[in-house]
């Protein structure tokens, strides 16, 4: 049996932040239904009854958007959305990461590295160096930007700072997602993939402060025991984005919910089985939530407790699938009420490949 006692790492504090434009999803359905564009426009009602439909079945309550709804009839050029992006961008993620440092009791300037990730807009230099002079983190601070993960970022990007302490165990390493999907919007593509990922996804930021193993008695949070990345192959159609003129345009396919259920639980207890441990052991599910047919599709093939994803389905309701920072919001909703000390987790998130990102956590 590995030894899965916290010896390492431990995550401090977890913040979320969204543009200001929030709403119920019915209020959004309806604006974003009136705002496509189909080839034949005789289609345009057929489009509208079905996107509204989809919309009013994914259980997700409110979404935040990153302009105000009333705006997003009007088409925009990708170089406009992107623009906006980078604005919204350095506000969500100076945000939630100056709430993240304040709860860790933590200083700019005791930050020794920054990863970054998103796969809704993009900036050269990449906006880990705004956020870096907007919350006065030091200047020699490492850097590690990712782009293209989906929705496996957040969980990635844990890894990577997870990696990065464990060789510098007197440090305090940062997470910062930042994803706005609303600024994707594809107008022309009635496409059902398109459709629900319209009514799906939300805009929001979120951040994680960990320290190292020597500063790790000061954290209250879990720490981070093993990972796992898997690139599962052929499935590179299943999901993902395209770019071109019109910006990034998510293709979903319908088969994922049936890929998970067939793959996913090997693999989880494949890693399970290399620490000593079975899914019985995890008293935490900390779930990215993909929709409503993935979090079915994980509940079946993990033979989950009733409860086991109170809070991705919370997460869902509350803010939509916001990619890459949705785990990171389960992971802090689970931090508000965690298991008893001991206790172990399991984190993990799926994205574009496709890949499965696990990380195993002891509280």
């Known amino acids: 049996m590995s030894d899965t006692s916290p010896t390492g790492p431990r995550v401090a504090s977890v913040a979320v932040s969204a543009p200001p434009y929030r709403h119920p999803q019915r209020d959004i359905a309806a604006v974003f239904a009136g705002a496509f564009h189909p080839a034949d426009a005789d289609a345009d009602a057929d489009v509208r009854r079905q996107f509204i439909g989809l919309a009013g079945r994914t259980g997700i309550e ?161 720490a981070p025991v093993a990972t796992r990345s898997r690139l599962h192959p052929d499935s590179e159609h299943l999901m993902g984005m395209r770019m071109g003129t019109n910006g990034f345009a998510v293709f979903l396919s319908p088969d994922v919910p049936d890929f998970i259920e067939k793959h996913l639980a090997d693999e989880i207890h494949g890693f399970l089985a290399d620490h000593g441990l079975t899914t019985k052991d995890i008293a935490t599910w900390i779930c990215h939530p993909g929709g409503p047919k993935i979090i079915e599709a994980l509940d079946r093939c993990l033979d989950l407790p009733p409860d086991a994803l109170t809070h991705t389905r919370a997460s869902l309701a509350e803010h939509g699938n916001i990619s890459s920072a949705s785990v990171l919001d389960v992971l802090h909703k689970t931090m508000t009420t965690p298991p008893p000390p001991g206790s172990h987790g399991l984190l993990l998130a799926l994205g574009p490949g496709l890949t499965s990102e696990l990380m195993l956590l002891n509280w």
Request: with cysteine; charged share 15%; glycine share 10%.
């Open 62 to 222: 409110y979404r935040n958007l990153s302009l105000p709804l009333a705006e997003y009839p009007r088409p925009r050029t990708f170089t406009e959305y992107n623009e906006i992006w980078v604005r919204t961008a350095g506000q969500v993620g100076q945000d939630a990461l100056t709430r993240a440092l304040a709860a860790a009791n933590v200083r700019p300037d005791e930050v020794g590295a920054i990863v970054t990730t998103t796969t809704t807009g993009v900036s050269v230099p990449s906006f880990d160096a705004e956020l870096i002079h907007r919350v006065g983190l030091p200047r020699h601070v490492a850097r590690l930007p990712m782009l293209g993960l989906g929705c496996a970022g957040g969980a990635v990007g844990l890894s990577r700072v997870h990696d990065y302490l464990r060789g510098h165990p007197d440090r305090i390493a940062v997470l910062v997602s930042v994803e706005l999907c609303s600024l994707n919007f594809q107008y022309t593509d009635t496409s059902v993939a398109n459709l629900v990922a319209t009514g799906l996804f939300g805009d929001a930021a979120a951040a994680a402060v960990v320290f190292g193993a020597h500063r790790a008695q000061e954290a209250a949070g879990p």
